[in-house]
């Protein structure tokens, strides 16, 4: 049978087309990762490179569908210029992250009118509520989750009025978060004149999106900004949970914890960039640029926010940067509130290193995420953290915040956690604050949650359970 097979002409022209097929998906993996400074999870390289090398048929297709985590730079549009580095004088953990953002091509420091952190869901739902009011002539809204719940309904409902008084409303919603928030109506939005897109579909054509093999990739910023000039942020959905709950309907939702905040001036600029950017993206249209104030006098107004941008429209993953150098750079303490802990081995290093030297590393997570597989993951991490002497806090309740105070010289809050996908994958927008009094809102309010969590306390685990733990850290940087 064998001689048979080998004195077939027809297998040898099948052993020639496999090898060429296996060539050319190695050939394209090699060339994609080359080209576009693909810098990836060792495992994640090596899971691609293996089933390309043995199932080519099977994992080429993904590979095109799914394998890439940058956008080619000329898909980008307009992009930041890069500014020379600064030399800047003060305290050493802010200094060095301020010069470290002027490498990364970045937009400058900028400066508020004024800056309000909400303290619970009901403040936020305000706030947010007062900001879309407040449009007389735009309002845009990024999101990556827009529920068909009551917060949903009085989100839709007011940005329905907007649109009817003659506000020009644009809603940018993720296309997977499009469909977790239970299928919301947009044709009503749309037929009440609200422009809606989503932000690649996951049913859209591969050759018809604008993220040709990076439909994993996902939209999480949250953002909403009103006549260029009031914005509302942070990391809460449009969802009752991520607010206030709902116990009015079928399906009780018990609010969860989480951190937002609103401010309004200059800085409203760059998030209103950042915003034309994303919607000309996922639109494919030309990107219309807002047009920048005069730049204030610095000597009279010094600057005390970042806006910090990270996701594949970026050269550069410029949080797991900064963080990674924010802990080499940290002197005393570092606080931070995710829920999510599922860190790469670089960022895993940098804490757990600046435990060693004696920097008081505290982390505040929830015991149980919504995300059970997240959780199966970080024990690992959590373990090795604790035994360098960092501690570890575990909330009773579900925590959503995300932020991470550095030596109380910057805060850093947004939409960002602390794991491997939102480092890596999402599209993301956290904000760096400089300003004393701002960073002392933010330090307290982490401590006011540490104040109820219970200290985790690290225990080996059975060989089973490390396995299991093992196998679904393989899988946690696409999770």
Known sequence: MVQRMLSDPFSHDWISIHGLVTALALGIYIAASHSLRQRRHPSAAIAWFLSLALMPYLALPLYLLLGNRKVPR?????????FAPARLQGHQAQSKIKTLVSTLGLPPASTYDHFTLHEDGHSARHSLMSVIDSATVTLDLCV???SRDVLGQEVTSHLVQRAQQGVRVRLLIDGVGAYLGGHLNFRSLKAAGVHVVKFVSPLQSPFESPLPGRTNLRNHRKMVIADLHNVW????????????GDQSSRREKTAWIDLSFDFSGAIARQAQDQFNQDWAFATQAPQV??????????AQTPATVQWLPSGPDQAEDTLHTLLVSSCFAAHTSILAVSPYFVPDATLQM??????RRGVAVDLILPAKSNHRLADMARYAALRELTASGARVWLGPQMIHAKAVVIDNEIALAGSANLD????????EVMVGFYQPS?????????????QGAQRYKAQEPGVMREFGESMVRWLAFQL
């Open 74 to 82: 000329g898909l980008l549009g307009p992009q930041s210029q890069t």
């Open 144 to 146: 990556f989750l827009l």
């Open 233 to 244: 942020m942070g990391g809460r959905n449009l969802a009752a949970e991520y607010f206030e």
């Open 289 to 298: 640029q807002s047009v920048s104030p005069p730049a204030p006098d610095r």
């Open 350 to 355: 940098a804490l757990t290193l600046a435990a």
């Open 420 to 427: 491997e996908r939102s480092l890596f994958l999402n599209y």
């Open 438 to 450: 701002d960073i002392v809102q933010f330090s307290q309010w982490i401590e006011r949650l540490r």
